[in-house]
């Protein structure tokens, strides 16, 4: 594999914008060994100091916004509005876990004869593997907390989408941050990230994708009993009720499953809607997709932009035949060009069964609250959602029913620097942001001593 070069692709015009070496086995062995020599000096910096690095990379990154919200737009094709929005979130995140460095501690607990102390250990090595469609957003959520952990870390990105994640490992060394803490790996899959789920001196995979690949990784984890976090893939619904303000629900519920193309693990793809209100809430939802801004990722106006790769838009368009109750228009010319789309089904389609990973959403109707929670409920995933009606009990009702790890209540909001995000079910498991994550980054060890 050394040595076998790529080009790496701009969806948005189908042309190369850089070319790049793929790393094999040799080079992610030695990402290891170079995490393992940094390992001991790395835990042992202040948690002061450790703090004081992440939070400088935070700065870097916003310094940086227009530079990697660019790469990030052309690598990946999103709205660069959207981009910049992304790397926001990328520098809360690092000051989110500056600031968790030293609140993230053991207890005393009262024992008979002595006392009992727990720490928080570091892991040593983790892998981390992460996606094509929020490649920096997905890098930051892991590094934060393995880095304020005191782990250092081999990171893998996909290899459709590797550009942003080579730019933030020369900011990382900016910041001050030692060499060998943070190695940014470039390869495919089946043989990096493989190989990172099976090395002896990776103590921990960080993996966000596909529900498939989570499959292989827990697999190939139980040989040396790594520790695994696993963020896969989501069919959540968005359930509408009657008594909600359906013009409000209607307007934002295009973003709740077009944002990102609906290349994106929290769309909400099954729309569900409460039979006496499907006609003029389809009305509704119908014109505000129509609205939806698609073209030039570069445009500032733009709201959706392409979809990764002529092979995934092959897999989206498969998930449409017949008459869509909408079809939205695309860019002509060069470009994975996509329309939003809206379909009516039942939740036995295979639209509604199947991630999409793509800007099409199935509108379902129900009767009553029951059969709302039934339908939400009837799928294998159960990673995010929404819930809108007017009505507060029925909503906290409705959000406890739900087995989901994330969700929102009149609103399409999922994920923030401190609050914890993960899935039920084959959505995955473990928590990324916020303080949670830091248990994933972490073992507790207890000691005893006699008095
Ligand atoms: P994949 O599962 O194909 O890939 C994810 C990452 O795993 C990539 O870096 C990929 O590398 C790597 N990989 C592929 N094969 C292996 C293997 N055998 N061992 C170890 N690593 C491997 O997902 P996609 O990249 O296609 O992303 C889309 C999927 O991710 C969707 O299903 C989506 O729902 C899910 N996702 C989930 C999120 C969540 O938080 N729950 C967030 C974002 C996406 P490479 O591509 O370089 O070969």
């Known amino acids: 594999m050394h040595g076998m070069s790529f080009a790496v692709i701009n969806p948005a015009t189908e042309e190369s914008i850089a070319e790049l070496d793929a790393a094999g086995v040799e080079e992610t062995d030695a990402a290891v060994a170079r995490a393992k020599a940094a390992f001991p000096e790395w835990r042992s910096v202040a948690p002061t100091d450790r703090a004081r690095l992440l939070r400088r990379l935070a700065t870097l990154v916003e310094e940086h916004t227009e530079e990697l919200a660019r790469i990030e737009s052309q690598n990946v094709g999103k709205p660069i509005g959207g981009a910049r929005a992304e790397v926001g979130m990328v520098a809360q995140v690092f000051h989110f876990y500056a600031g968790a460095v030293d609140k993230h501690h053991g207890e005393t607990i009262p024992v008979a004869g002595g006392v009992d102390l727990t720490f928080r250990e570091p892991l040593g090595v983790v892998g981390l593997i992460v996606p094509w469609n929020f490649p920096l957003n997905i890098s930051s959520w ?10 250092t870390v081999v990171l893998k990105p996909a290899e ?8 933030l490992a020369e900011l990382i060394l900016e910041a001050g941050i030692p060499e060998g803490v943070v190695n940014v790996v470039v390869g495919p899959g089946r043989i990096v990230g493989q190989r990172l789920v099976e090395h002896p001196a990776v103590a921990k995979i960080g993996f966000t994708g596909s529900t498939e690949v989570g499959r292989t990784v827990m697999q190939g984890a139980a040989e040396t009993i790594k520790r695994v976090t696993l963020e896969l893939g989501g069919k959540s619904a968005n359930v509408v009720f009657a008594d909600a303000d359906l013009e409000k629900a209607a307007a934002a519920a295009p973003y709740a499953v077009f944002d990102n193309a609906g290349q994106d693990c929290c769309a909400r793809s099954r729309i569900l809607v409460e039979r006496c209100a499907y006609d003029r809430f389809v009305e509704l939802l119908v014109e505000a997709t129509r609205k939806v801004k698609v073209g030039d990722p570069e445009n500032e106006a733009t709201e959706m932009g392409p979809l990764i790769s002529a092979q995934h838009r092959e897999t989206v368009a498969s998930f449409v035949d017949g008459d869509p109750l909408f079809r939205g228009d695309t860019p002509d010319g060069r470009g994975f060009w996509f329309p939003c789309t809206l ?41 995010s959602g929404s ?5 507060g009990a029925r909503a906290l009702r409705v959000a406890r029913a739900l087995e989901t790890g994330v969700l929102s209540i009149n609103s399409n909001s999922s994920v923030r620097a401190s609050t914890p995000f993960g899935g039920f079910k ?17 073992e507790v060890k207890n000691v005893f001593m006699a008095t």
């Not at 389609?349 to 129900?366: K, N």
Request: glycine share 10%.
């Open 387 to 391: 819930i809108w009606t007017e009505n």
């Open 426 to 442: 084959q959505s995955g498991f473990g928590r990324e942001l916020g303080m949670h994550a830091m248990d994933g980054y972490s």
């Open 142 to 151: 892991k590094l934060g907390p393995a880095l304020a952990c005191g782990n």
């Open 343 to 383: 379909v009516e089904a039942t939740n036995d389609d295979r639209v509604a069964r199947e991630e999409v990973f793509g800007p099409v959403a199935a509108v379902i109707q129900f009767t009553d609250e029951d059969e709302a929670i039934r339908i939400a409920n009837d799928t294998p995933y159960g990673l």
């Open 160 to 167: 459709l989408t590797p550009l942003s994640a080579l730019r």
